[in-house]
């Protein structure tokens, strides 16, 4: 697993650079907070790693590739119902999506990246950038981080016990 989510965090890092010099160089602007955000994105990722090594004590490779990316579908889903429902004022709409955002901590880390990347911009600018492609921003509530690392160090705990119960 540590593998894994150095490599995917690496590549998530990587990434974010490349398209933050993009933006910086062409449209000469930059987040505050661009490495604080770099570091939620790549954390987001790591968890969906997490679930993905549980999820694979259970299945097969490719059962278990369709399964994790239906888990991270709901989680974006999840994002988009928390900005209907508040766009609309509906407290239900809201309500499930703090229970997916807690179920899957990827997408509130995700959302805390957006915001964290947005929290200086006024205007029109901010409400387009603060859209996002999968979602929009939220401020990351106080012990996000601790947590995630908890989810992480569960889920982990739970495919080690699943997987030492196998009849290999």
Do not use: H, K
């Not at 969906?48 to 694979?56: D, N, Y």
């Not at 994002?79 to 997408?107: D, K, M, R, W, Y």
């Not at 981080?145 to 699943?162: D, H, N, P, T």
């Amino acid at each position: 697993m540590a593998g894994a989510a150095v490599a995917t965090s690496a590549y998530v890092l990587v990434v974010y650079g490349c398209a933050l010099a993009i933006t910086t160089a062409v449209g000469e602007w930059s987040p505050s907070s661009a490495v604080v955000a770099a570091f939620a994105l790549a954390f987001a990722v790591a968890i969906v790693g997490a679930i993905s090594v549980l999820v694979s004590v259970f299945l097969a490779a490719s059962a278990q590739g369709i399964a994790v990316f239906m888990i991270f579908g709901g989680g974006l889903v999840g994002g988009l119902l928390a900005q209907i429902g508040e766009a609309l004022s509906s407290e239900s709409l809201e309500g499930i999506a703090n229970v997916v955002t807690t179920a899957l901590p990827f997408e509130a880390l995700y959302q805390a990246a957006l915001y964290l990347i947005t929290a200086d911009e006024t205007g029109a600018t901010r409400v387009v950038i603060q859209l996002g492609p999968f979602g929009g921003s939220e401020e990351a509530g106080p012990g996000l981080v601790v947590f995630s690392l908890g989810y992480v160090v569960v889920l982990l705990a739970l495919a080690v016990r699943a997987f030492s119960r196998r009849d290999l």
